[in-house]
Nanobody, 129 residues
């Protein structure tokens, strides 16, 4: 059973940066569309970024120009570089993925759909003060 494992979260001051990573537990796992979503206390889950197998990316407006999603298929790893962090970014961050031989829910690999992808990890906490 493939698991996604996130790391890189932590506490940072406003204006700071963090880089999240997400690796699949099995090296043979192949993913198609991948993404990141976050969940803050008392708020709904929010898809924030996606990246398709061809490298095309989408972001929600509130993180665009501050966050960068990327992937290294040779390492089976997904990244989220987060710059200019603000307290509003405080949340638990999850990576998610669609298996390579499947289509994303709704048919499009978009940031908003990241909460609905078929696989996700246990999350990593990001706290900005």
């Amino acid at each position: 059973h493939v698991q996604l494992v996130e790391s890189g979260g932590g506490s940072v001051e406003a204006g700071g940066s963090l880089r999240l990573s997400c690796v699949a537990s099995e090296s043979t796992y192949r993913s198609g569309c991948m993404g990141w979503y976050r969940e803050a206390p008392g708020q709904a889950r929010e898809g924030i970024a996606s990246i398709d197998s061809d490298g095309s990316t989408t972001y929600i407006d509130s993180v665009k120009d501050r966050f960068t999603i990327s992937r290294d298929n040779t390492k089976n790893t997904l990244y989220l570089q987060m710059n200019s962090l603000s307290p509003e970014d405080t949340a638990k961050y999850y990576c998610s993925a669609v298996d390579f031989d499947e289509s994303p829910p709704g048919g499009a690999c978009t940031a908003q759909e990241a909460v609905f992808f078929g696989r996700w990890g246990q999350g990593t906490q990001v706290t900005v003060s």
